[in-house]
DNA sequence: CTGCTTCACCTTTTT
DNA sequence: GGTGAAGCAG
């Protein structure tokens, strides 16, 4: 493709935001408005024109976008790829092992998941007598998290929250920094945190690394918090080029800390900047963007614009109102199954994710596959987290937070008591918890024992380190932890799930090998494991897609399904509080519209089951402010109990009766649920019936059936050359074939 | 120190 | 309804 080939099938808005030149620039990006087309144009068209491809960087929010980017961009300029596109967290992980640690760090820290930080923060609050009934550590840490999303150091919080709770958690937040560092740990915040005070605090630093940034790209500029707008600020105001793209109707993550103002106020923060709207939509018809805007168009905090569908007008969308979430969910799938269209095609969206209960029951008992996106994570399974933790010791015995998570996994004998004497030594000298337990003192010999034993397993894992690669590490530290031999011998239907994950964690550093050839290493394993997430699994194909709000965005469907348009979820019941949560629940119900390419359905229910107990429900208040194209049907099927009619036919909409959906259920149906695979760092996928499939020690085969339901679902495979294998799929290790 | 029972809670979750 | 944490007995 040559230079002028980038641009030939972009539209001039596309075009203009390819080839602005030098300066800031904001491209407004719609949904479906082609964002990801421009941004890996404009990347290319740099490279192509001679800008230094090691001196452009990209930053987006997930590792899956990431990868999309990284993967387009390839296929346009080969091997001159930009030297960093990445997530905001792996730059900030990069830049702090580059600088060898920071803060008190050594270059070989590592990251504290979230369950380390509750913990720290649990500790830190026992410390200092402060009782849980007052603040539960959750709520604290949240805080702490949220000052850290502003770049504010525990000083600055203590200096400048003065009431009853903020002298508290400043308390707090001071003995946690200090946990983490005795740790040798970052958490995530601090991955942005940091190099924000470190770029902050020396100008050579901050020249040295600007000078390595010719051009900088930012995706998703609307949902970036102020550490991460600080980032940028940083790194791109003398920059030659820095780009911004984003929309500011999809942030729907200002509970974590983004802020809408960034986008709001760009032109402001660097004048001159040009700005850029990509205003047509190539995804959605004209009837689902009008709905979509209708909604949207009440905020206030936004740009007054409009996208122009280039898809023509469409089927309409439809309100459709049933007696309960079971009724619910029957017509859904009912209707899945009554179109006769692939799978794939359809999602079923909802606000939280216990809303996907009565979709899955009824998915199971029409015979539809499905895949959930989100509920337990891999990464957050104790038999995981425990391998990680030993494998964590390897490399850095003093890594407190991996040493109390398996000091006694498997039981050795070293409970709280000796933990918290440890601790106390560890804490008077200054030194880690594996040092301390070389010789502390007024500990039983029963526990000194158990310690001997502990350090001696990690000591063997620490010298294989240097010698192993990262799966053969990881088997080692599970054989000689004794912690393979935990769950060996059981048939319990949990230890045999747990045994499957520690296969597949194996597997998931093998993969890593794999992709990353000579450049893999111990400690590049363990980096990606903790920036990996369930999201970057891709979605299998030949089963519907059930997910919240949340994980939909940047994902489209032909057929999409908004589960639970109602009171308490649209607004949900806790973020109805301000009219700032009211908008960015109406953004949230915006982006959920929005993923919808040809026909989109809003349900609700009258009544619905909600935490074991039925309630009425109400109309959400968003559903008036659809407009009048939009079709409203009761679902007549049986008597509406709460359902005021009168009202509702003034607003002028159109009101249907409708026969039930009374498909009788597919039998002999295959129950196929496709549930998702952990999210090794690389590609995955799910698989159904009829697929090619890969198998690293089979060959290559055809899924002939899968049987079973939910985290157990099996695979049946015939391979070419090895014949019928049975496999649990969540783990068999299959790659598309 | 461990394992069991009872009790309170209940969003969303890119990293 | 289902989970995670605290409290208590062995």
């Not at 990347?43 to 980017?69: C, Q, S």
């Not at 050579?204 to 707008?229: C, F, K, M, P, S």
Request: aromatic residues 8%.
């Amino acid at each position: 493709m040559d230079a002028d080939a980038l641009l030939l099938d972009l539209n001039p808005e596309q075009r203009e935001a390819v080839l602005a030149g030098d300066g800031p620039m904001l491209v407004l990006a719609g949904a479906g408005s082609g964002k990801t087309r421009v941004v890996t144009r404009r990347l290319a068209r740099l490279v192509r024109e001679g800008a230094d491809p090691r001196r452009i960087v990209a930053v987006t929010f997930t590792n899956k976008a990431a990868e999309e980017m990284r993967e387009r961009v390839a296929a346009l300029v080969g091997r001159r790829l930009p030297s960093f596109v990445g997530t905001f967290h792996s730059w900030g992980l990069r830049f702090l092992r580059r600088a060898g640690g920071a803060e008190g760090r050594t270059a070989n820290f590592s990251i504290a998941d979230t369950a380390d930080q509750i913990a720290l923060v649990r500790e830190s609050m026992e410390e200092l007598g402060l009782s849980e009934q007052t603040f539960t550590p959750g709520a604290v840490h949240a805080r702490i998290s949220d000052a850290k999303s502003a770049a504010r150091s525990a000083e600055r919080f203590a200096a400048e929250e003065g009431d009853f709770a903020g002298t508290r958690i400043a308390g707090v937040f001071a003995r946690y920094e200090k946990k983490l560092r005795a740790a040798n740990a970052f958490d995530f915040d601090d991955l942005i945190a940091v190099p924000v005070r470190t770029l902050r605090g020396s100008d050579a630093l901050r020249d040295r690394e600007r000078a390595g940034i010719e051009h900088l790209l930012v995706d998703e500029y609307q949902d970036t918090n102020a550490a991460q707008d600080a980032l940028i600020k940083l790194l791109g105001e003398k920059a030659r080029s820095l780009c911004a793209v984003g929309d500011e109707d999809q942030s729907i993550y200002a509970w974590r800390g983004a802020r809408v103002e960034h986008i709001l106020r760009f032109e402001e923060d660097f004048p001159g900047a040009r700005i850029v709207a990509l205003t047509r939509n190539y995804r959605s018809t004209a009837t689902i963007l009008e709905a979509a805007a209708a909604v949207v168009s009440h905020n206030r905090r936004r740009r007054p614009k409009s996208l122009v569908s280039e898809a023509g007008a469409g089927q309409a969308v439809e309100v459709r109102a049933f007696r309960d979430d079971r009724v619910e969910a029957e017509w859904v799938i009912s209707e899945i199954r009554r179109a006769e269209r692939p799978l794939s095609e359809f999602a079923v969206l909802f606000r939280v994710n216990a809303q996907s209960r009565s979709f899955e029951d009824e998915l199971m008992r029409q015979g539809v596959s499905y895949v959930v996106i989100g509920g337990m994570k891999f990464y957050e399974r104790a038999e995981v987290k425990d391998a990680i933790a030993y494998y964590r010791l390897a490399l850095d015995p003093a890594d407190d937070l991996a040493f109390r998570r398996v000091v006694n996994v498997p039981a050795r004998g070293i409970g709280g008591v000796t933990l918290d004497r440890l601790a106390a030594a560890a804490r008077e000298r200054g030194v880690s918890l594996f040092e301390a337990s070389v010789d502390a003192a007024g500990i039983t010999e029963r526990a000194r024992i158990a310690l001997d034993r502990f350090r001696a397993i990690v000591a063997a894992g620490r010298a294989k380190a240097e010698e192993l690669g990262p799966a053969s590490l990881l088997e080692f530290v599970l054989e000689a932890s004794g912690y393979r031999a935990l769950y060996a011998a059981s048939e319990e239907r949990e230890d045999v799930a747990r045994r499957e994950n520690l296969i597949e964690l194996v597997s998931a550093a093998r993969e890593y090998e794999r992709r990353e050839g000579e450049a893999a290493t111990v400690r590049g394993f363990l980096d990606a494991v903790s920036l990996a997430t369930d999201a970057d699994a891709p979605r299998p194909s030949g089963a519907v897609t059930l997910m919240t709000l949340h994980s939909a965005k940047g994902l489209e469907f032909p057929d999409v399904y908004v589960a639970g348009l109602e009171e308490g979820f649209l607004p949900h019941v806790q973020s109805a509080g301000s009219e700032d949560e009211i908008e960015e629940e109406r953004r949230l119900l915006y982006v959920g519209m929005t993923r919808a390419r040809r026909r989109l359905t809003l349900t609700l229910a009258r009544q619905r089951m909600l935490y074991g107990e039925t309630r009425p429900r109400q109309e959400s208040r968003f559903a008036a402010e659809l407009p009048p194209s939009v079709a409203r049907i009761e679902d007549a099927s049986r008597p509406p109990t709460l359902f005021s009619r009168g009202e509702d036919e003034e607003d002028g909409f159109r009101w249907e009766r409708t026969e039930r959906s009374r498909l009788p259920p597919r039998r002999p149906a295959p129950v196929t649920v496709a549930r998702r695979r952990a999210a090794v760092p690389g590609a995955l996928a799910g698989f159904s019936r009829g697929a090619r499939v890969r198998h690293p020690t089979y060959g290559s085969g055809v899924v002939l059936q899968q049987e079973g339901s939910g985290e157990e679902a099996r695979l049946t495979v015939f391979f070419d050359r090895a014949g019928k294998k049975k496999f649990v799929a969540k783990f068999a290790n299959l790659t598309p074939g």
